[in-house]
Structures are given as C-alpha cells and as structure tokens.
Antibody
Framework: QVQLVQSGAEVKKPGASVKVSCKTS????????TQWLRQAPGQRPEWMAW????????QDSKKFRGRLTITTDTSAATAYMELSRLTSEDTAVYYC??????????WGQGTLVTVSS | DIQMTQSPSTLSASVGDRVTITCRAS??????LAWYQQKPGKAPKLLIS???ALQSGVPSTFSGSGSGTEFTLTINSLQPDDFATYYC?????????FGPGTTVDIK
C-alpha cells in the first residue's frame, strides 16, 4: 500500500534550519512528483514546492525562494525539505504528499516544526 | 495567484442532514478543483478531484459539481464520521491554492 512516512517533530530556535524527510513506499517514487505543503495552526494548507525524482524537475513558491531546498534520494525513495532562517511564522505542520495530475492523493502524517526562542 | 474562498466558514448540522459547501475561485479554473476532508491532528484526505470525480473508497454520499469559478461539495445524509473541516483546492495553475476551509460540526 502507498505510504509516506515523515520524520519526527522538531523544535528550532529563530535563525536555525530544519530538514524534514519523507520516506515513500508502495509505489514507484520516480513516477510521481512529491509535493511539500505546510499548515500553520488554524490555517489552510499552503503549497511550498514540488520535486520530480524521475525528471529532476522542481519548482518552489516565490514566498520561500532563497530559504527552501528540496532534494530526493532515489535509492531510498525519500524526499527531503530543508527550510532555513526560521522565524516564528514558520511554526507549522509540514506535509509531503504524492501528486497525481495536480491533486494530492496520499499524504505523509505531517511533521510539526516549532520555532521558539 | 488564484484566490479561493469558501462559504460558510462553519456549518452546524445533524446526522442525516444534507449539507452543501460552496467554493469560489478568483478566476476560471475549468474543472481543476479538488475537495479534501481533514480531521484534527490528521493530514487532509482527498475526496473528490476534477470537480466531481469521487476518489476510490469515498462514500457515495459525497458529491461535487461546478466548473469555471463556482463549485459545490454536497454531503447527503451526514454521518458521524463526516464531522470535519473541508477544503477546496485549485490545481489549474501554480501556486496551487486552498480555500480557507469549512468546518462541519454537530448541531
């Protein structure tokens, strides 16, 4: 069965970086883009970026340009999202999701990132 | 960016009720619209894509309609498991964007 399993919760200080992993199984990792989204408390999900391990293509939101790095390890069927220069506004649950034609049919369980001094 | 709005923001209903949620896009998105259900502490779950195509395993009490800029999600005969927050999402163009959500709670 399709699964996306994310790394555990993180607590970071302002100015630090965080790296979240998303290990996939149950499907061909290179055939589906992996998307990264986040959801701040009480807010709607927000798209951050996508990466296609098969083609190498990727795109990120202008909002995070310069702070966001997304990568994949094809041999491990795992995607990574690293966000730098964290502020309290980055406190959120971060999700990876499998994308099919624009919609997200399978999601990771979410990783809570708390930014606090 | 395409802005998505939803109404109402909160809906109080009883088991067995029929409920309708409306989603509007700031510009035409054809039928590139999905609906998700989210429960507290869980990831969103895809219910409907292409405005009206039900995902496998989703009860037939859920239905979607619309095109262009106005869409609806209807739940016929609300079940206890349906009390949750519902989001629409456009995937016509990047950045893909979500509506603010509609919370369906128990009257």
């Amino acid at each position: 069965q399709v699964q996306l399993v994310q790394s555990g919760a993180e607590v970071k200080k302002p100015g630090a970086s965080v790296k979240v992993s998303c290990k996939t199984s149950g499907y061909s990792f290179v055939d589906f883009p992996t998307q990264w989204l986040r959801q701040a408390p009480g807010q709607r999900p927000e798209w951050m970026a996508w990466i296609n391990a098969g083609t190498g293509g990727q795109q990120d939101s202008k909002k995070f340009r310069g702070r966001l790095t997304i990568t994949t390890d094809t041999s491990a069927a795992t995607a990574y999202m690293e966000l730098s220069r964290l502020t309290s506004e980055d406190t959120a649950v971060y999700y990876c999701a499998r994308e099919v034609g624009g919609r997200y049919d399978f999601w990771g369980q979410g990783t809570l990132v708390t930014v606090s001094s | 960016d395409i802005q998505m709005t939803q109404s109402p923001s909160t809906l109080s209903a009883s088991v067995g009720d029929r409920v309708t949620i409306t989603c509007r896009a700031s510009q035409t998105i054809s039928i590139f619209l999905a609906w998700y259900q989210q429960k507290p502490g869980k990831a969103p779950k895809l219910l409907i894509s292409q405005a009206s195509a039900l995902q496998s395993g989703v009860p037939s009490t859920f239905s979607g309609s619309g095109s262009g800029t106005e869409f609806t999600l209807t739940i016929n005969s609300l079940q206890p498991d349906d009390f949750a927050t519902y989001y629409c999402q456009q995937y016509n163009s990047y950045p893909f964007t979500f509506g603010p959500g509609t919370t369906v709670d128990i009257k």
